[in-house]
Nanobody
Framework: QLQLVDSGGGLVQAGGSLRLSCAASGSIFSINNMGWYRQAPGLQRELVARIGRGGSTYYEDSVKGRFTISRDNAKNTVYLQMNSVKPEDTAVYYC????????????????WGQGTQVSVSS
């Protein structure tokens, strides 16, 4: 059974740092894009950062220069290093992965992690 497990959230003061991790497990053939979304109360879920299999990255404007996305293909894991965090970064962060499973290696599917809460105090 395929699953994503998010971890690393918590409470941090403004200006501090956090590192989120998301590990994919199960019968995985290969993983394409891996990304992080966030959803604050009353707002829509938004893309924060994404990384391709070859390492190309995308960042939402408000996190450029502060957040860094990376991945370890051998561990099927994606990370989000969050530096200089601000109160407006407070949200539930979800990892999102496009992957091929071993039982369906030509069918690209999208999976979500369960979410991890990040709270930034001022």
């Amino acid at each position: 059974q395929l699953q994503l497990v998010d971890s690393g959230g918590g409470l941090v003061q403004a200006g501090g740092s956090l590192r989120l991790s998301c590990a994919a497990s199960g019968s995985i053939f290969s993983i394409n894009n891996m990304g992080w979304y966030r959803q604050a109360p009353g707002l829509q879920r938004e893309l924060v950062a994404r990384i391709g299999r070859g390492g190309s990255t995308y960042y939402e404007d408000s996190v450029k220069g502060r957040f860094t996305i990376s991945r370890d293909n051998a561990k099927n894991t994606v990370y989000l290093q969050m530096n200089s965090v601000k109160p407006e970064d407070t949200a539930v962060y979800y990892c999102n992965v496009d992957l091929y499973s071993r039982d369906s290696p030509t069918n690209l599917r999208n999976y979500w992690g369960q979410g991890t809460q990040v709270s930034v105090s001022s």
